[in-house]
C-alpha cells in the first residue's frame, strides 16, 4: 500500500500537522506562564466562557446560609 505513496504522505502531513500544533500549544504555555511571573491575568480569547450568574443562583446561596 506504501507503494503508492499516498499513505506516507499522509503520513508526513499529519506528524507536520501535530509539530505545528505543538508548537503552537509550547508557545500559548510560555505566554501563560510569563502572565503568571509578570502577576497580569490570563487572556484567553478561545475557550468557554463562563456562564452569567443567574438571580436564582444568588438567592439559592442566601437560602442555605
Given at each position: 500500500?506504501?507503494?503508492?505513496g499516498k499513505p506516507v504522505q499522509k503520513d508526513a502531513d499529519r506528524t ?50
Open positions: 500500500m506504501k507503494e503508492s507536520a500537522r501535530l509539530a505545528e500544533e505543538l508548537r503552537a500549544n509550547l508557545q500559548r504555555r510560555k505566554v501563560q506562564a510569563r502572565s503568571r511571573r509578570a502577576g497580569e491575568a490570563d487572556r484567553r480569547p478561545e475557550g468557554i466562557a463562563a456562564a452569567p450568574k443567574s438571580d436564582a443562583a444568588l438567592h439559592k446561596k442566601d437560602e442555605i446560609g
